[in-house]
């Protein structure tokens, strides 16, 4: 078995199940030297006195000040005050008018909001503060403390209250502690780590401390009594359970874990569980979108532990290996591999969050290839302070490799080069731990010199109205639909049968989500130049039935199609299609939503792109559908 390219880091040859491709794995942790982990104070210092940050510190400090004119971040207490003093709707909310549970839902969701923003707010004012000394940085991030401090608990209950019902929430409706116990307590823990000693007033920190005493007992209690929906599922791989779990380790840390032994051991615990729970080389089952939160999430309780001499999850192989994950998403013409809720694809070169979490790893886990990815692939770390810093802590770089096969993720990525106009490919098969997934087994998207070509729909807001009806569905994806019959989403096996510089061939099945087919067989074969899929679809002998394919095309402009029968050719500016049928078709084309490449001016809440829907003529037992894909 040959390696699937030449890289100058360790690899490993692994059987992945299903798979029978090799997969990389990067640097074993048990290679890397650690460095020493300074915690944010001692960062601060660090960069505050390096001159060669001069420019970037000075734009740092202006962003901050820009915070000084907006208003502090106030919690509300009624339906109808959400949107005021900084708060968001969730807009599920309206859905449940005249339903007594539409207040709880709002206020709970209301809640991660506020406390993302004042995460996020108090952390630059407190960089802000002990770079410069400004009176008036410590005066708003007091403001902001005082009012905070009586946010108790930072989660309010009802997260899960999003269906309509006309029953009444009891009065001690207790779903748990949810994203905004994660969210609020590290903005907490960096405002009161990074502000010098003696610069906030005694007694608030004494009430920021019994707030965050409350905290801990709250977050122990719901695992000692299996109270939240996460817990009692036992699945540590979610967002969910992350959140609130990063929040334990880090109120413990502040209170000093000598008082809180117990609860810290249950948070480090569930990291571990979190981490140990994710794919091996580094996938994450939830998809890059949700990881951009929750990988970060662990991160930032592993830096935590690390500056306190605890290493285990710092060292975990997940957060060693998930930088080379994530790199491998970033598709040719800054496009995103976007499958499971990971909104749209386009990532420009100062794309904040992929710059953020990329950032991140470069400065707490010293991190090579996130280093190669912010130097080479994007504009440079992100704009705030966790940039700067890894600005001032400068380490080796690594790139990594144009293709990979991930099993937990069930995908096989390629890219012809690292260079934006190259071509890139991508097939999703299924896992059976995937979370925040799709209808989208088999799905291809193919990039030609940088131009989308084969796309997926994407993901919209969870508020907007098809998303279950379009945007998630098989109709989104360019996969098999059987419209007289019922599809899920289950495990699909990808056999991979070559990969490596010149393109790949791999087979794909996911017969298990159709209830209705014997088998559906995909196979795919590419190059820079193209992709050729052939599917094979089979019925019952007694039951034949009619079929549909979908092709999502990366463009809204005038598509032209020519045939009849069973070979049609299709063709546009940036590619060329042609089918060969084994049974009489029809090609049609439809306009469909697209929070994929976001072409034109939107229609209504969604942009548009053009979809060829390719449809059995009459009923079938076999059919068999080639299909190539060559841009122009």
Same mark, same amino acid.
């Given at each position: 078995?040959?390696?699937?390219?030449?890289?100058?880091?360790?690899?490993?040859?692994?059987?992945?199940?299903?798979?029978?491709?090799?997969?990389?794995?990067?640097? *074993?942790?048990?290679?890397?030297?650690?460095?020493?982990?300074?915690?944010?104070?001692?960062?601060?210092?660090? *960069?505050?006195?390096?001159?060669?940050?001069?420019?970037?510190?000075?734009?740092?400090?202006?962003? *901050?000040?820009?915070?000084?004119?907006?208003?502090?971040?106030?919690?509300?207490?009624?339906?109808?005050?959400?949107?005021?003093?900084?708060?968001?709707?969730?807009?599920?909310?309206?859905?449940?008018?005249?339903?007594?549970?539409?207040?709880?839902?709002?206020?709970?969701?209301?809640?991660?909001?506020?406390?993302?923003?004042?995460?996020?707010?108090?952390?630059?004012?407190?960089?802000?503060?002990?770079?410069?000394?400004?009176?008036?940085?410590?005066?708003?991030?007091?403001?902001?403390?005082?009012?905070?401090?009586?946010?108790?608990?930072?989660?309010?209950?009802?997260?899960?209250?999003?269906?309509?019902?006309?029953?009444?929430?009891?009065?001690?409706?207790?779903?748990?502690?949810?994203?905004?116990?994660?969210?609020?307590?590290?903005?907490?823990?960096?405002?009161?780590?990074?502000?010098?000693?003696?610069?906030?007033?005694?007694?608030?920190?004494?009430?920021?401390?019994?707030?965050?005493?409350?905290?801990?007992?709250?977050?122990?209690?719901?695992?000692?009594?299996?109270?939240?929906?996460?817990?009692?599922?036992?699945?540590?791989?979610?967002?969910?359970?992350?959140?609130?779990?990063?929040?334990?380790?880090?109120?413990?840390?502040?209170?000093?874990?000598?008082?809180?032994?117990?609860?810290?051991?249950?948070?480090?615990?569930?990291?571990?569980?979190?981490?140990?729970?994710?794919?091996?080389?580094?996938?994450?089952?939830?998809?890059?979108?949700?990881?951009?939160?929750?990988?970060?999430?662990?991160?930032?309780?592993?830096?935590?532990?690390?500056?306190?001499?605890?290493?285990?999850?710092?060292?975990?192989?997940?957060?060693?290996?998930?930088?080379?994950?994530?790199?491998?998403?970033?598709?040719?013409?800054?496009?995103?591999?976007?499958?499971?809720?990971?909104?749209?694809?386009?990532?420009?070169?100062?794309?904040?969050?992929?710059?953020?979490?990329?950032?991140?790893?470069?400065?707490?886990?010293?991190?090579?290839?996130?280093?190669?990815?912010?130097?080479?692939?994007?504009?440079?770390?992100?704009?705030?302070?966790?940039?700067?810093?890894?600005?001032?802590?400068?380490?080796?770089?690594?790139?990594?490799?144009?293709?990979?096969?991930?099993?937990?993720?069930?995908?096989?990525?390629?890219?012809?080069?690292?260079?934006?106009?190259?071509?890139?490919?991508?097939?999703?098969?299924?896992?059976?731990?995937?979370?925040?997934?799709?209808?989208?087994?088999?799905?291809?998207?193919?990039?030609?010199?940088?131009?989308?070509?084969?796309?997926?729909?994407?993901?919209?807001?969870?508020?907007?109205?098809?998303?279950?009806?379009?945007?998630?569905?098989?109709?989104?994806?360019?996969?098999?639909?059987?419209?007289?019959?019922?599809?899920?989403?289950?495990?699909?096996?990808?056999?991979?049968?070559?990969?490596?510089?010149?393109?790949?061939?791999?087979?794909?099945?996911?017969?298990?989500?159709?209830?209705?087919?014997?088998?559906?067989?995909?196979?795919?074969?590419?190059?820079?130049?193209?992709?050729?899929?052939?599917?094979?679809?089979?019925?019952?002998?007694?039951?034949?039935?009619?079929?549909?394919?979908?092709?999502?095309?990366?463009?809204?402009?005038?598509?032209?199609?020519?045939?009849?029968?069973?070979?049609?050719?299709?063709?546009?500016?940036?590619?060329?299609?042609?089918?060969?049928?084994?049974?009489?078709?029809?090609?049609?084309?439809?306009?469909?939503?697209?929070?994929?490449?976001?072409?034109?001016?939107?229609?209504?809440?969604?942009?548009?792109?053009?979809?060829?829907?390719?449809?059995?003529?009459?009923?079938?037992?076999?059919?068999?559908?080639?299909?190539?894909?060559?841009?122009?």
């Amino acid at each position: 078995m040959k390696l699937l390219q030449k890289m100058s880091t360790v690899m490993m040859v692994i059987v992945l199940g299903t798979f029978s491709a090799i997969a990389i794995v990067g640097v *074993a942790a048990s290679a890397r030297e650690a460095k020493p982990v300074l915690g944010w104070a001692a960062l601060i210092d660090a *960069a505050r006195e390096n001159a060669d940050l001069a420019t970037r510190r000075d734009k740092f400090v202006a962003t *901050a000040r820009e915070i000084l004119a907006k208003p502090i971040v106030k919690r509300v207490y009624r339906y109808e005050d959400i949107g005021k003093f900084r708060t968001w709707l969730d807009g599920r909310a309206r859905a449940l008018d005249g339903c007594p549970r539409q207040q709880w839902f709002a206020l709970a969701m209301s809640d991660p909001a506020a406390c993302c923003t004042i995460r996020r707010e108090l952390s630059l004012l407190a960089v802000a503060y002990r770079l410069t000394g400004e009176e008036g940085f410590k005066a708003h991030i007091i403001a902001q403390l005082e009012e905070t401090s009586r946010w108790s608990p930072l989660q309010r209950p009802g997260y899960t209250l999003y269906t309509p019902s006309p029953e009444p929430v009891p009065p001690d409706f207790n779903d748990g502690n949810w994203l905004a116990t994660g969210s609020g307590i590290r903005g907490l823990a960096d405002v009161l780590q990074i502000m010098p000693a003696g610069s906030l007033p005694e007694p608030l920190v004494e009430r920021i401390h019994a707030l965050l005493r409350k905290e801990v007992a709250s977050i122990a209690d719901d695992w000692h009594t299996r109270r939240s929906w996460f817990i009692r599922a036992n699945n540590p791989r979610t967002n969910q359970w992350v959140l609130p779990t990063e929040g334990l380790i880090r109120a413990c840390l502040v209170l000093g874990r000598e008082q809180h032994p117990e609860e810290y051991e249950l948070g480090v615990r569930n990291l571990l569980a979190a981490l140990d729970s994710q794919g091996s080389e580094g996938e994450f089952h939830e998809g890059i979108g949700y990881a951009n939160g929750t990988v970060k999430s662990m991160l930032h309780a592993a830096h935590a532990m690390a500056v306190d001499g605890d290493r285990r999850a710092l060292d975990h192989p997940f957060l060693r290996r998930f930088p080379t994950w994530m790199a491998h998403h970033l598709q040719p013409g800054r496009f995103r591999i976007n499958c499971f809720d990971a909104g749209g694809a386009r990532t420009p070169r100062t794309d904040e969050r992929s710059r953020g979490l990329l950032s991140l790893f470069a400065l707490v886990a010293d991190d090579p290839v996130a280093r190669w990815m912010l130097d080479r692939q994007f504009s440079s770390p992100s704009d705030n302070h966790v940039g700067l810093l890894a600005l001032a802590t400068r380490g080796a770089q690594r790139e990594p490799p144009c293709f990979a096969v991930y099993d937990s993720a069930r995908r096989v990525n390629w890219r012809e080069s690292w260079a934006d106009d190259a071509s890139g490919v991508w097939v999703r098969g299924g896992h059976r731990l995937d979370e925040h997934d799709h209808h989208d087994r088999g799905h291809v998207n193919f990039i030609y010199h940088g131009k989308p070509i084969l796309i997926e729909a994407g993901t919209p807001s969870y508020d907007n109205p098809r998303i279950h009806t379009v945007y998630s569905t098989v109709i989104g994806h360019n996969v098999l639909e059987v419209p007289s019959s019922n599809m899920k989403k289950a495990p699909a096996s990808i056999k991979v049968r070559r990969l490596d510089a010149s393109g790949g061939e791999v087979a794909v099945d996911p017969t298990a989500g159709y209830a209705a087919i014997q088998r559906w067989g995909r196979n795919v074969r590419w190059n820079a130049a193209g992709v050729d899929i052939v599917d094979e679809v089979l019925f019952a002998p007694d039951k034949p039935n009619i079929a549909v394919f979908r092709w999502h095309l990366g463009t809204r402009d005038e598509v032209t199609i020519s045939g009849a029968g069973t070979r049609f050719v299709i063709t546009w500016l940036d590619a060329r299609i042609t089918m060969e049928s084994s049974v009489p078709i029809t090609v049609a084309l439809e306009m469909l939503p697209d929070n994929t490449v976001n072409l034109g001016e939107k229609v209504g809440p969604d942009h548009l792109h053009r979809c060829l829907v390719v449809r059995t003529a009459g009923p079938f037992v076999a059919w068999t559908l080639k299909t190539s894909v060559a841009g122009r």
